[in-house]
């Protein structure tokens, strides 16, 4: 089964562009989660979609935002980009079916990243 | 906010040794979750713990949960350096949210 793939990579932007990221989970899950990875604050959660809907969502500001289409494929949108915005950009697939978290058991499956730098 | 602690961030052992990794977290949750990565890697999924007194292994790796003292351990057992790495403790909490400790890097040194 494949896994998780994530497009493009590595990305270099300049301040006060957009961006967009995109993943798609392996077959057959349709919950995306999205994570952003520094030095400086680790790992945090972005937000996950379900069914094209956003279920859950992060303490980020509403510069990053994202979608879901119907074959799962999620995408993350950032706009007006800062400095800070560096980052290592996980997404993260599972079957996690219910919306309550105590519903779920099984573990989520990582992509590889998209590594963006803001110049 | 829950929190989500590990330590020690930084860990240098030698092969054959044991050593135990700790993660604290400070709200309540019944499930924590381990993974490593490599270097320019991803995350890849080592244990799932979803009670209190869990206890998984897997290899050279053992990991257990007490939701009472809300720490899980990752344990260490005769290191090779094949498991250099960083491995991240991550708590469930509701609505589906994860909360990832800092991390701990391992260096096993032949």
């Known amino acids: 089964k494949a896994g998780v793939t994530q497009t493009p990579r590595y990305l270099i932007k300049t301040r006060g562009q957009q961006v967009t990221l995109s993943c798609s989970p392996i077959s057959g899950h349709r919950s995306v989660s999205w994570y952003q990875q520094t030095p400086g604050q680790g790992l945090q959660f972005l937000f996950e979609?379900?069914?094209?809907?956003?279920?859950n969502k992060g303490n980020f500001p509403g510069r990053f935002s994202g979608r879901q289409f119907s074959n799962s494929r999620s995408e993350m949108n950032v706009s007006t980009l800062e400095l800070g915005d560096s980052a290592l950009y996980l997404c993260?697939?599972?079957?996690?079916?219910?919306?309550?978290?105590?519903?779920?058991?099984?573990?989520?499956?990582f992509g590889p990243g998209t590594r963006l730098t803001v110049l | 906010e829950l929190k989500v602690e590990q330590n020690p961030l930084f860990l240098s052992m030698q092969e054959g040794k044991n050593y135990t990794i700790y993660c604290n977290y400070s709200t309540t949750s019944d499930r924590l979750y381990w993974y490593r990565q490599d270097p320019g890697k991803s995350l890849e999924s080592l244990f799932v713990l979803l009670s209190n007194g869990a206890v998984k292994q897997e290899g050279r790796l053992m990991a257990s949960l007490d939701t009472k003292a809300r720490l899980s351990t990752l344990h260490i057992t005769a290191a090779v350096h094949d498991l250099s790495a960083t491995y991240f403790c991550a708590v469930g909490y509701s609505r589906n949210q994860f909360y990832f400790g800092t991390g701990t890097s391992l260096t096993v040194i032949p």
């Open positions: 979609y379900f069914s094209e809907t956003q279920r």
């Open positions: 993260a697939s599972s079957t996690r079916e219910g919306a309550n978290y105590y519903q779920n058991t099984d573990t989520q499956y």
